[in-house]
């Protein structure tokens, strides 16, 4: 008698929804065998040597100078706010990298496009030239060819209220003062205001089909928030500082060390190149028929491109996007090469002092690991609100 083929039921082995599971949980288990096995060892051979496990080095004084800093910082510290001062020298070169990288890769991309030849050429030997030179190359080129032969500052280069010379770039920049928390809060009211207002005005402008200038009114209503902060305070929301020469060194502005200058540079350069490639492919990538379409409708091609193209393309454009923003992070670690403090530098002065190799190979881990995880997430978060929503 034949069986009945609805009471028979597949074994969990070859069940296709069951084997992906058990899979992972295997992997999961090895992998944390493997992590067990390697962390007692380590610890092991540090108690062998008599050095036990842990961070509280961190709370001993750090005893060396760190020449950048973005907090204050003195010889005297822990071992703890040295890394933080680290950290935030690593955060400062990824921050205005990818700034200034994606800036300059867009411009770049769309350059390759151009029908002018000549734009187009410059914008392809900009790319080959330093997309296939080693970052390392470029880095060295920065420091020791171009900042260390700028001159001596008892001969410095002035040029308006900016320095040029070997100890750095001088600028003017913002200081705050007293009434600059004021200013705060007044100009988060004010963009506060601006786009109720704004939204309110759009609103009944759709509802009525009456104009309603809803984007000066906005901008009204932020100038008399401006104006009444100013009333109130007497003063500006901050302050210019120029920079001046003392003795052998600037006072006053803003100081780009040449280290800073020569990693912030190369790394800039370098990146661009793979961003402009994206950003080609990307607009490239956008159908051939959308791109007619403008030209039909009389739209110039600058217009074209902010419109119609670009907006396609730069969902095409995110995702590799983000690997090279994740790339030019980790690739901030070879400041170390030119002196720049950066947590390397900082991690592997400290390592020398305290033989605490473990612990501040892990804090390095989980500094690039955290950028690299907090970059993912917002790019993510980016990648999803130009997505196109299907129905």
Not at 24 to 45: D, H, K, P, S
Not at 324 to 337: D, F, G, I, M, R
Not at 372 to 383: C, P
């Amino acid at each position: 008698m034949p069986k009945n083929t609805s009471t028979v039921t597949t074994p969990f082995w070859r069940n296709k929804k069951v084997i992906p599971i058990i899979l992972q949980i295997l992997f999961a288990v090895i992998v944390f065998i493997a992590g067990y096995y390697f962390v007692t060892n380590a610890i092991a051979g540090l108690n062998q040597m008599g050095m036990k496990f842990g961070f509280n080095f961190l709370k001993n004084t750090a005893s060396f100078p760190i020449s950048e800093t973005l907090i204050e910082y003195s010889p005297t510290d822990t071992y703890g706010k040295a890394f933080l001062v680290g950290l935030l020298n690593t955060f400062r070169v990824a921050f205005f990298g990818v700034i200034f990288a994606t800036i300059i890769g867009i411009f770049v991309g769309i350059a390759r496009l151009s029908n002018n030849w000549l734009v187009s050429k410059l914008a392809t030997v900009y790319i080959e030239v330093f997309r296939n030179t080693p970052l390392l190359v470029q880095i060295f080129i920065w420091y020791f060819a171009v900042f260390l032969t700028l001159p001596r500052i008892e001969e410095v280069l002035k040029v308006g209220p900016i320095y040029f010379s070997n100890r750095g770039t001088a600028v003017p920049w913002f200081e705050t003062h007293g009434s600059s928390l004021v200013w705060g809060i007044f100009i988060l009211a004010g963009i506060v205001l601006a786009i109720v207002l704004y939204k309110l005005l759009m609103k009944k402008e759709v509802e009525t089909g009456k104009r309603k200038y809803p984007v000066i009114s906005s901008i009204v209503g932020l100038l008399v928030v401006f104006l009444v902060a100013f009333a109130i305070t007497g003063t500006g929301p901050i302050s210019i500082t120029t920079p001046t020469i003392v003795g052998k060194g600037y006072v006053g502005g803003l100081i780009i060390s040449e280290t800073f200058a020569s990693i912030l540079v190369a790394l800039v350069i370098y990146t661009s190149t793979f961003i402009a490639e994206i950003v080609r492919a990307g607009i490239m990538g956008v159908p051939k028929g959308q791109v007619e379409a403008a030209k039909a409708l009389g739209f110039k091609n600058s217009t074209s491109l902010r419109l119609v193209i670009f907006p396609q393309a730069i969902r095409i454009i995110i995702p590799p996007l983000t690997s090279q923003y994740l790339n030019l992070t980790k690739n901030s670690s070879l400041a170390v090469a030119v002196g720049y403090q950066d947590i390397v530098s900082i991690g592997g002065t400290i390592m020398n002092q305290t033989g605490r190799a473990v612990e501040a190979i892990l804090i390095m881990i989980l500094v690039y690991l955290t950028f690299s995880l907090l970059t993912s997430l917002f790019m993510n978060f980016f990648n999803k609100k130009f997505q196109l929503v299907e129905r």
